[in-house]
Each structure stands twice: as structure tokens, then as C-alpha cells.
């Protein structure tokens, strides 16, 4: 199909001469009765053809587009309103009335068709007003898109928001918003008419957004510009006084919702509203009261869903018997080996630097290591403990030899794990020193490397070292 590029003045002549007797407020005449019902279907059915999912009628060819247009002038003189169920001919007389606006290179005629095309909405209004929220906001959309800034325009969108509230579409808000912008920038608009316009369309776009959706992307865009365009003036336009009278009768009615309560404490206060006022601080002490509860029943719902955090408080107040309790529990619930590990380790943790009960430390850091074989921790653990044991030995040769015991589990934690190289390493260190003396081992009978069993406690077998 070739593109049309212009219309000969010729063409638009007779275009134009062919539409001017078409009527500003034609009736909703259809063709169920007309004695020219059949010329009029014909004419239809000829025309839809030609335009039928065609959503810009510029993509038509010259030819196509004059044709269709004449069939089309045919059935709406005779049937603006079709026959009474689909309203047709008013949509694509905007579009056709689009296209030869879009096309005209005189300003007079551009503005003839855009000016003709925004009536086609009045004439749909009176046969189809069931459609009225969609056909007031694409209305308006056009008279600010294709007629510029206006009061009327923005009456207009005042006017679908009422009829259409949620169900609106987000194609207002944008231009609104910069309509706004203009007439309050240019005192043609006072600030109240601001609030009230803004607060309508804001309340509409943040359903939508809630309620989500395929559209939910647009309305967050719309919302944005709109925003963007009004808020510039947020200073002048809404005030502490303004959101005490809107917000404070909400309030009153909600005012054990913790929601509600906070969103109008954070938006008396944001609005510039000082601490010091009766209303904020009445509002403060309603939050400050519900927080304060519902803080301590989710403290406490916590802690029953989560065992290793309420292991924690209990550490925290001494009770070391109730967290190991709890890390027991956790245990039982856990959906992995690793938490179980990690509730293991903590055990041994508590057993050991707490409760000084080395051998339960040991094993428990021992199933944590089974657990999780590529975690060095649990290995660094059980080489602190047996230093520890090692050091309570009388026998000052055992001490020696608990210390190589030691030595190994660091040895093995940096082999596991190469994140606790810098602790074993540190560890090997301090210790190094306290290895066996060759000449004490000999009085024992005792040659490096020789495998032997550690005393103490721990029953370990070392390869002797000095």
C-alpha cells in the first residue's frame, strides 16, 4: 500500500466541501428506519474496509483515503450514530479529521480539522454517554495535544476524572499536570483550584497502582509527571493548614490503624507542620502508643518463628541454658545441613565459652564439621578447646603434646577453609613455642615422630614434633 505524502489543495478543497454540510450537533440518526438504509450500510461497509484496523488513516494512499472518506461522508450524513449499537462513524471522523489535520500545511485549515475532530466527542457524548468517562478524557487529551494550553481543557479533564473516578484512564495526568503548571506559573489558577484538580488525580493514579496491573508501568510514568509539574510548587500550593483539615478528620475516624496514623504523622510533618502543634503532637502520641505495642507483639512473634534469633536474646540476658534450648530447636527446623551446622557451632560456642563444658563443645563443634566439611570454624574450635584442656593438665609433657593435638585442627580448619588461614595461622604462632622439648620426650622414651595418644581428656593420637 503506498503512503500518501501530501494532499493536493485541489484534494483538501474537496474533502473539506464534501464534510461542511456534515452538522456540529448532529442527531443520533441511524439507518434502522431511513429509507436509505441500504445505501447507507453499502457506504459503510465500503468504507470500513478500507480503514479497518488501520490505526493512523496517513498510512492510506491518496486514493484510498478520498474514497473512504466519501463513503464514510455518505453514512454519516444519512447515520452519524450507525445503527444505534456501535458508534463508529464518530471514531473515525476524529480519524479522519487526525489525518487531514496532521497533513495541512495552512495553519487556518490545520486548525478547521483539529477543531472539528475535537466535536465529533460532543456528537458521540449525546448518542453513546455511556462511554462518557473514556470520551471526555480522550477528549480532553486532544484539545491539549492538538489546541494547546486552555482552561477548557482543563475543565474538561476535571470532568472525566468525576464521571470516570478509577476507571479514568492515565492519559490525563501528564497533560494536566503541565496545564497546571502554566496557569498556576502564570497566576491564571490560585493554589486551592491546584489542591483540589492534584488531589483528584493523584487519589485515582495511587488506586490504580495499588489495584496493579498491565497499565501499572503508565500510571507510575502518568503519576511521575504529574508530580513533577505541580510539586515544583509545593510550597505555595499545600501548606500545614491545608493537610490539618484534610488529614486530622481521618484521624479521628482511624486513629487505632497504626497505617494510617503514620502516614499522617510523616505528612503533617513533611507539609512543614511544627512539632510543637496541638494536632502533630496529639497524632505523635497515637503513634508513639500503637508502635510501642505492636513492636512488642512482633518482638514476640519473632522470637517464637525464629529460634536462633531468640537464642540470641537469651544469650544476651545470661540465660545460656534456655539459647542452647533454642539452637536445639533450631536444629530440629532447620531446611539444610549448613544451618544446622551453624546451630551446632553456636552450642559449642555457648558450651565452651560460657558454660566451660568442653567435652559437649567438642562433640557439638564436631557435628558441625560433619556437617559442613568445607567450614573451617568448628576445626579452629575444637583446637582452642583443646588448649584449653591442655593447660588444666597437671602433666607438663601433656600439655605439650595437647598443644600439637591443637596444632592439627588448625592445620585441617586451613585446609578445609581457606577463609580462616589468617586465625589458624595466628594460633599456630602463639603456640609454637609450647610444642614438645626433644630432650624431655627422650627421657620418656619418646622419638619424633612417633604416633602417640594424647592424655587430658582428649584422646587425640599425634605424630610427635619438637
Known sequence: ?????????????????????????????????????????????????????????????????????????????????????????????????????????????????????????????????????????????????????????????????????????????????????????TKKIDNKRVRELYDMASKIADANIEKGGDYTQYWEAGKANLDFSVLEFADQIFDCAYFKETLMPKFEENEEDYEVVKYILSKLKDQGCPETDADVQRVQAKYDAIYATLKSEQEVKRREMNPLYDASILMDEGDFAGAIKRYEDAIENAESNEKKAQAYYQIASVQSGKLRQYGAARQNASKAAALNPNWGKPYIMIGDIYARLGSSCGDSYQQRLAVLAAIDKYNQAKRVDGEVTGDANRRIANYRGSMPIRSEAFQRGDNEGDRITVGCGIGEVVTLRF
Not at 450507525?82 to 476524529?94: E, K, L
Not at 486532544?142 to 484512564?169: C, H, P, R, V, W
Open 1 to 185: 500500500m503506498n503512503t500518501f505524502i501530501r494532499f493536493t489543495s485541489r484534494a483538501f478543497a474537496l474533502l473539506f466541501m464534501l464534510s461542511a454540510s456534515i452538522s456540529l450537533n448532529a442527531q443520533c440518526a441511524t439507518w434502522n428506519d431511513s429509507p436509505d438504509k441500504e445505501k447507507a450500510e453499502n457506504a459503510h461497509v465500503s468504507y470500513r474496509n478500507f480503514v479497518k484496523g488501520t490505526e493512523d488513516f496517513t498510512k492510506l494512499s491518496e486514493e484510498e483515503f478520498n474514497t473512504s472518506f466519501k463513503d464514510w461522508k455518505i453514512v454519516y450524513d444519512i447515520a452519524p450514530a450507525a445503527d444505534g449499537q456501535r458508534p463508529f462513524h464518530y471514531i473515525d471522523g476524529r480519524e479522519f479529521y487526525r489525518a487531514m489535520g496532521k497533513k495541512a500545511t495552512d495553519a487556518a485549515k490545520k486548525k478547521e480539522y483539529n477543531d472539528r475532530l475535537i466535536s465529533f466527542y460532543d456528537e458521540e457524548l449525546v448518542c453513546y454517554p455511556k462511554n462518557e468517562a473514556f470520551l471526555l478524557g480522550r477528549k480532553a487529551n486532544d484539545m491539549f495535544y492538538l489546541q494547546g494550553y486552555s482552561i477548557e481543557s482543563i475543565e474538561t479533564f476535571e470532568k472525566a476524572m468525576k464521571a470516570g473516578g478509577e476507571n479514568t484512564e492515565y492519559i490525563v495526568l501528564a497533560p494536566l499536570g503541565q496545564q497546571l503548571n502554566y496557569y498556576f506559573k
